[in-house]
């Protein structure tokens, strides 16, 4: 945020808010560990390609069933993020159009 404001990129507190919100939400994620269950996800996916590769039953089944249950771990924090993210846009609707309301309540009076 502070690159934006020094390049002149912000000029209206909503959306300094809006961006700062944002933010907090990132590394909220980040301290959660959503980056690393998605390296995790990388990381399984690579291990069942190489078992598939080698042609071990057993070693791909394994490997199948991890890579399921990381699936469903980012399927959850992706449910939860895109609410998250539905919540913050509802926001940021309720805002803006109080800010088309306000001026048009300015408009009316001059």
Known sequence: MEMRESEGGYSNSVLKSLDSVICEVIMEEEKRGVLKDVRELNDSANCLAAALETGKGDSSSEKAEELKRRL??????LD???KEVDHLFS???AGRNEL???IRR???TE
């Open 72 to 77: 469903e771990v980012v399927e959850m924090v």
């Open 80 to 82: 939860n993020l895109g």
């Open 91 to 93: 926001k940021l609707l």
């Open 100 to 102: 088309i309301d306000g």
């Open 106 to 108: 300015n408009i009316k």
